[in-house]
């Protein structure tokens, strides 16, 4: 199981989006609520119910600690305990938080309609993410694409940066020290091949400079491009689609393609998002 760092959140600088957006405080934070909340990350899509030991192995405490910790949480109400697996679950609260996330973010609001436009017209996969700490979240992903591997992918799942287009887009769009600070985290997970990861990241960044756009193999059979948006706030969103392709030729002019829808796609998303911010300033 991969160990959960605490690693800096990057993002915009003013309130359009508040995707990770740092925080300055002049009284210190709360020790034991950070260790509670990593607690809660430790819980991925597509997992099961996690016993103590696991939750120890997952976010680096000692299990005493976990114990503790644990206890808070479903006596709080986060967590729910299995006695029969003695494991556990995410409560039903976790559910309504995000809810009420994804309800109160203008952005996916916006961006939703003329994501769910083009997957239709072109019937091809669009994806919206946003970053969190090493990962990339979707917030949204409209899949009308047709044959290639299957993918659940949903609003809330999680990809290393890393791994995918989204992800290279995004680290590409970071300022010099920002995309230091997260590859001190990222590169220790590649001891051999962390020149390979280099590499990946400096040729998405010549690809976003020459075309617009990034490309990557999502899986086998299956082909992904993206592009970053930014807020009015500067805030940093990756935007993506991806295709099903088995031929490199039908590839390489599918890729020309759908790198003009997408550039097209991010430029009506951005424009959307400007003129609400014009109407409805914060």
């Not at 005493?64 to 967590?79: A, C, E, K, M, N």
């Not at 491009?225 to 009015?232: H, N, S, V």
């Not at 969103?237 to 020309?256: C, G, H, P, Q, T």
Request: proline residues 6%.
């Amino acid at each position: 199981m991969d160990k959960l760092t605490s690693n800096p959140m990057i993002c915009g600088k003013t309130p359009f989006a508040v995707t990770g957006c740092p925080f300055t405080r002049v009284t210190p934070g709360s020790r034991s609520l950070e260790r509670g909340l990593a607690i809660l990350r430790a819980f991925r899509h597509g997992g099961s119910a996690l016993t103590n030991a696991d939750l120890a192995e997952r976010v680096g405490l000692p299990r005493p600690t976990i114990s503790r910790l644990t206890h808070s949480l479903v006596d709080s109400g986060f967590l729910m305990f299995d006695p029969e697996l003695r494991a556990y679950r995410l409560a039903p609260v976790l559910l309504n938080l995000a809810l009420a996330y994804q309800e109160g973010l203008i952005e996916y609001q916006i961006a939703l309609p003329y994501m769910q436009a083009v997957a239709k017209r072109e019937e091809i996969n669009v994806g919206l993410a946003a970053p969190d700490l090493c990962d990339m979240v979707y917030l949204a992903s409209v899949r009308y694409g047709r044959g290639g591997v299957l993918r659940h992918i949903v609003p809330g799942s999680r990809r290393p940066m890393e791994t995918l287009s989204l992800g290279l887009c995004y680290l590409n769009a970071l300022d010099e020290s920002s995309l230091a600070r997260l590859l001190q985290y990222i590169l220790p997970k590649y001891p051999g091949t962390k020149d390979a990861v280099l590499f990946r990241i400096e040729r998405a960044r010549q690809d976003l400079n020459m075309l617009g756009y990034c490309v990557a193999d999502w899986h086998a059979g299956m082909i992904a491009i993206a592009t970053t948006l930014k807020t009015p706030g500067e805030a940093i969103y990756a935007l993506n689609i991806s295709f099903s392709s088995s031929d490199e030729l039908w590839a390489k002019d599918r890729i020309v393609h759908y790198g003009s829808v997408l550039i097209k796609l991010a430029e009506a998303i951005n424009e959307a998002w400007q003129n609400y911010q014009k109407e409805c300033p914060q």
